[in-house]
């Protein structure tokens, strides 16, 4: 009775209220009826809008977690060919082979059971201990590797990583090699795609003790990553240091860096320093927090890093010598699948991984916190967080995506990973066909220079232009 009679209120007033406003709304001048609000968002975009009233609001630099909301890689515009004829599907039954080697020239190559593994998120200065120890397990569950990031080596990461990569960072918390010595691959960071190598502070008063311990601070004592890794000023340098990283370890040395339009200069330095792999970070790279202009302006996007880095590695002829391990953007099994197919050896996941270790614990925190005050290490409600359930999530994502992934496999016609190439592929757009070297969809393979020539006279024509000789 009272429910219906409440009910009734409620729906008379909302009513009368939607009413007066839609009038108010249709009869005001437009410079004075709120409308204009949702105008200027539109035209600001909604975020940013609330990011311009952030910055006036709290004169302070903004620190967007979790990189850009931009969708800088057309993935949607790449479609996957399967086969029947042509060639035919792999037999149904024949297990498709997903391993995946890492540095196949180091002493000791780092091999992955599947091609997708977990990024460097470093421990303290982002995530907390058990969200940590969270991956590594799911990763040791599914036979891939793990990365510390820009950290010290956290005791416990390792023993539950069976595959460590450690990051040799500059902050020079993992510089030194009581260290680098018990990884399983030493990675070393330059830079990251959310915000190339720009230096980053933790506040001492975000460390507490086990923090203080992992990265060698004293009490008081900030976090700093600068843009260069110490005493690493020159090409030089950082020859010398691959080199005796390789000797010491034995394992598989390599370079990470925001991919950018220096893109091939950057990979000839560290292929000529004898690196073992290079880990190209796209633009749209996720990090813990930083500026909206480093992570929505900043770095080439994946898609386009990918096929640069593939191109530039095979035509130096270190196909199956250096390995492409790529990122930044990756969200599902597709994205997955079509980026080992442009040419990446294997992929890796950060926002995905942190997504799935809270998945089946946000409610711990909804609505009012944002999941992610479960996983960071400065989170006020890290203690909630259950490292195993996270783990356990994660295997179930990793495990789904790699049953999507393989079930392609059987269509495409072919049974490993390591087979697969930009004839997988084909692109649904001419020009970003052409920038990414794949065939266009558009057209039949025969008809794809015919259909170019075409395009390139109608936009000669187009501009009025005669056509120059070398169309003709
Ligand atoms: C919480 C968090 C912490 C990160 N910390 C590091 C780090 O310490 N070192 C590093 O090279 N990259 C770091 N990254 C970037 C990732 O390694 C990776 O390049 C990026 O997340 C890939 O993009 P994605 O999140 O879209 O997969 C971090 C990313 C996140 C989300």
Redesign the pocket.
Known sequence: MVWEWMNKLVRGVGNEGADDMVFKMMKDKYTDNMLMVLSVMKRTSFFNAMEIWMRATQGQALERP??THLRLSPWELLALNPVHLCRFPVEDGKKIDTGVTIGPLAEKPLELKIPVYI????YG???SKAAKVALAKAASKMGTAT?T???GLLPAEREAADKLIG?F?RGGYLNTPDKYKQLDAVEI?LG???QGASPQRTQAKFIDEEMREVFGLEKGQDAVLHTRIPGVNSVQDFRKLVKALKEETGVPVGV?IAASHYLEDELDIAVHAGVDFVTV?GG?????AASPTAEDHLGLPTIYAIARARRYLNGEGQKGRVSLLA?????TPGHFLKALALGADAV?????A?MAIVSQQMVKVAPTEPPTQLVLHAGRFREKFDADLGAKSLVNFLKVSMDEITAVMYALGKPAIAQLDTDDLCCLDPWVARALHLAYGGVAPSEQEGYYRDLNVARWNQAGREEPQMLQ
């Open positions: 979790l990189g990024t460097g998120m470093s200065s982002a995530l990365n990031g820009e950290a990051q960072n960071q990251q795609g959310a990470k970070d749209e790279g996720a990090t813990h990122g930044g953007g990756l969200f890796y996941i950060g926002t995905t942190v």
